[in-house]
């Protein structure tokens, strides 16, 4: 699967997939194999950051 390189795009993308097919973070990254340091890194580069407890990034 692509995984969308724009970190607004991916931001969308992700929220989207943790809403509707896994319920953590771990989850999803483990289902889609990807690095979930720097899926966190790279959100975070835009001023996201996982919250567990809502299951998404804000």
Same mark, same amino acid.
């Given at each position: 699967?692509n995984?969308? #390189?724009?970190? /607004?795009i991916?931001? %969308? /993308?992700? $929220?989207? #997939?943790?809403?509707? /097919?896994?319920? =953590?973070l771990?989850?999803?990254?483990? %289902?889609?194999?990807?690095?979930q340091?720097?899926? =966190? ?5 835009v001023?996201?950051?996982? $919250?567990?407890?809502?299951n998404? /990034?804000?």
């Amino acid at each position: 699967m692509n995984i969308p #390189k724009d970190p /607004f795009i991916l931001l %969308s /993308f992700v $929220n989207t #997939k943790l809403r509707d /097919f896994h319920d =953590t973070l771990d989850d999803l990254c483990k %289902s889609l194999d990807i690095d979930q340091k720097w899926l =966190t890194d790279t959100l975070a580069g835009v001023g996201f950051e996982y $919250n567990e407890q809502t299951n998404q /990034f804000k």
